[in-house]
């Protein structure tokens, strides 16, 4: 089993930057891929971005530039660095593993705040 907690978040203002970090336990498989999600209030969760062992990106359109997730491999962490923060990036936060052959494991979610 996998189990993954979020860390990092709080409040902002409009453009400072906030870092999350996630952390995967427990039997952890050599390739995965870990992602970063979000949900607004009255929205539907959305993808940020995602991120394999290989260091294979990917990122929602719209923030990519402002958004960075990176990995270390041997502390089974990754991170979301985000940059110029807005009032529409306030949302939960969740983070995502998954590997093959298994079902995806998800955080509690961390509440990020933007204020203007």
């Known amino acids: 089993q996998v189990h993954v907690v979020e860390s990092g978040g709080g409040s902002a203002q409009a453009g400072e930057s906030l870092k999350l970090f996630c952390e995967a336990s427990?039997?952890?498989?050599?390739?995965?891929?870990m992602g970063w999600y979000r949900q607004a209030p009255g929205k539907q969760r959305e993808a940020v971005a995602t991120?394999?062992?290989?260091?294979?990106?990917r990122y929602a359109i719209s923030l990519k530039g402002r958004f960075e997730i990176t990995r270390n491999n041997a502390l089974k962490t990754i991170y979301l660095q985000m940059n110029n923060l807005q009032p529409d990036d306030t949302a939960v936060y969740y983070c995502?593993?998954?590997?093959?052959?298994?079902?995806?494991?998800w955080g509690q979610g961390i509440q990020v705040t933007v204020s203007a």
């Open positions: 427990g039997r952890v498989s050599p390739t995965w891929t």
């Open positions: 995502k593993y998954e590997t093959s052959g298994s079902s995806p494991t």
């Open positions: 991120i394999s062992n290989y260091g294979i990106t």
